[in-house]
């Protein structure tokens, strides 16, 4: 037969921190019976002022997002995504930066033949569209001889069975402008990864 509480007894809530403190301090005290364990656990499903409660929790969450923000731009490999993670891709990101491409004035080039298309005159429309795509095809090339470069380097490093693809990565990263990559890039021009 069950042995049945008594109503009168109230349990001794203790908090986290003495439970935290006794449970460290070793086997000194009778265990707890689940009664006084679920009491010291209990809290309020919805606490007393919303509005609070909100107003903490938007605060957190734009911490923590503020956190994820700033270790990604310094290159902190817990806030990275996965396309961005591990050494290869940190050296593809080195090596991209310590260079100079072509297509990192792309979208000036874009924005100055937009503006040319304004002009009234055909001729310097024309000629600012061929210039693009002049332009376009030269760092399609270059993007083309950094992906071999790329993978040469991997292989000398890494080895030639343990280089992944990075081409795409290499390329995407070359063709934005410095200033907007993510993350922020950690070396110098010309200081490349050894």
Same mark, same amino acid.
């Given at each position: 037969m069950a042995k049945?509480?008594?109503?009168?007894? +109230?349990?001794? &809530? +203790?908090?986290?921190e003495e439970t935290q403190a006794r449970l460290k301090a070793g086997k000194g005290a009778p265990t707890p019976s689940r009664k006084e364990q679920e009491a010291a656990r209990k /809290?309020?499903?919805v606490p007393n002022d919303r509005k609070e409660a &909100?107003?903490? %929790?938007?605060a957190k969450t734009a911490e923590a997002r503020e956190r994820a923000r700033l270790g990604m731009a310094a290159g902190d490999e817990r806030y990275l995504?996965?396309?961005d993670r591990g050494p290869q891709k940190k050296y593809v990101r080195d090596y991209v930066? &310590? /260079? =100079?491409?072509?297509? +990192? @004035?792309?979208?000036? $080039?874009m924005f100055a033949v937009i503006l040319l298309t304004f002009v009234p005159s $055909? +001729? %310097?429309?024309?000629?600012?569209?061929? !210039?693009?795509? !002049? =332009? =376009?095809? $030269? %760092? @399609?090339?270059? @993007? $083309?001889?950094?992906?071999?470069?790329v993978r040469r380097k991997l292989a000398e490093k890494f080895g030639a069975d343990k280089v992944e693809r990075v081409r795409w990565y290499a390329a995407m990263r070359a063709l934005q402008l410095r200033p907007l990559r993510l993350p922020k890039p950690q @070396?110098?021009?010309g200081h490349y990864p050894s």
């Open positions: 049945q509480p008594n109503s009168t007894e +109230e349990p001794s &809530a +203790e908090s986290l /809290r309020p499903l &909100a107003r903490q %929790a938007r995504p996965m396309r930066d &310590a /260079r =100079f491409s072509i297509g +990192e @004035v792309l979208i000036p $080039v $055909v +001729e %310097a429309q024309s000629i600012g569209i061929i !210039a693009l795509w !002049a =332009f =376009f095809l $030269v %760092a @399609v090339i270059d @993007v $083309v001889i950094l992906g071999f470069l @070396v110098k021009r």
